[in-house]
């Protein structure tokens, strides 16, 4: 009876670590950080919320709602305050990771899904960029006398960590193109996203159509800013239209994109977390725009120079008969 039990828990056991592996992206793209904290948390509030039938769009709705709580306690210069907002802001991330690992696990996929996903985050730094401008304009003899700088760097900061964030989830997906496939990836083509939305109308799928203009707007800013990638694309279909593309292309690809994922999770939430959290330490939140303008901005102009290289070395090597 003991060794049958010792069986059963045995086989609990590999199920249960079967299903965690199932609710992560990939070894590949994962960050060390959220292997350790988000994703063990995550994977916990999934289980949950599928017992309980919950959706991973209500999952993420409610982050938002979370993520904003956790800006407003930002405006405050008592640091305990500033202590709630950052446990608030951790939370919100736990349920943004459980959202996508609820999703893989329930096979729950859409594109609201992932428009969803990828505004929350959004909502979050709005709140957070809007309560430090109007902390600074309070407390700082600079900023209260100069209200516009700090609100002037807070509109710039905003837009590189939106250029940021679209261009590391760019990446991100690309690599896991090659890595899992097209049904492993969530990377697409404004090419066929026009087409669909064209054949929506304004007047009887208004929330479809608006929601389809947004995301292919968002799609074809990404295409533009990779010139490179889009030509290496359009090779691999001239020449292997829909069918597979060699698994020595495939590898190839991934081990040369492999180094800059580090660079795509560095752009995405914890790094930026790390700052926020010592600036608000520092009693100096103004430096994290400072972080956002100047630190992160290096990094994605070193990323997408060298992604760049990586997809015209390997646009030649199809050309050249290599593949």
């Not at 083509?189 to 026009?194: D, M, R, W």
């Amino acid at each position: 009876m003991t060794q049958q039990n010792n069986t059963d828990s045995l086989k609990g056991f590999a199920r249960f670590k079967a299903e965690y592996k199932a609710s992560l992206k990939s070894s590949d793209t994962e960050e060390t950080f959220d292997l350790i904290f988000y994703r063990p948390i995550g994977f916990a509030w999934a289980l949950l919320f599928r017992r309980l039938g919950i959706k991973p769009n209500a999952v993420t709705i409610a982050s938002i709602f979370i993520g904003v709580a956790a800006g407003i306690m930002m405006y405050f210069s008592n640091i305990w305050y500033n202590i709630i907002g950052m446990v608030l802001l951790m939370w919100a991330n736990s349920y943004d990771s459980a959202d996508g690992q609820l999703a893989r696990l329930t096979k729950q996929y859409s594109r609201l899904g992932r428009i969803l996903d990828g505004v929350s985050g959004d909502f979050w730094f709005i709140s957070i960029y809007v309560c430090i401008c109007l902390r600074e304009v309070h407390t700082s003899h600079f900023f209260e006398a100069y209200p516009w700088a700090i609100w002037l760097l807070a509109v710039v900061a905003g837009i590189c960590h939106s250029l940021q964030a679209a261009q590391a989830d760019y990446y991100r997906q690309f690599h896991l193109f090659f890595l899992k496939g097209k049904e492993g990836s969530e990377l697409d083509s404004s090419a066929p996203l026009k087409e669909k939305h064209d054949t929506l109308s304004w007047r009887h799928d208004f929330f479809s159509k608006l929601v389809s203009h947004f995301y292919l707007s968002y799609t074809m800013k990404q295409e533009s800013r990779t010139p490179a990638m889009q030509a290496l694309r359009a090779e691999l279909r001239s020449r292997f239209g829909n069918a597979a593309i060699p698994a020595t292309f495939r590898e190839d690809f991934r081990q040369a994109s492999l180094p800059l994922m580090k660079y795509t999770n560095m752009l995405s939430f914890n790094t930026r977390c790390f700052a926020l959290f010592a600036s608000l330490f520092l009693r100096m939140p103004w430096l994290y725009f400072a972080f956002e303008v100047v630190v992160l901005n290096i990094m994605l102009i070193y990323m997408m120079a060298r992604h760049e290289s990586i997809c015209r070395r390997f646009t030649k090597a199809l050309k050249d008969g290599k593949y």
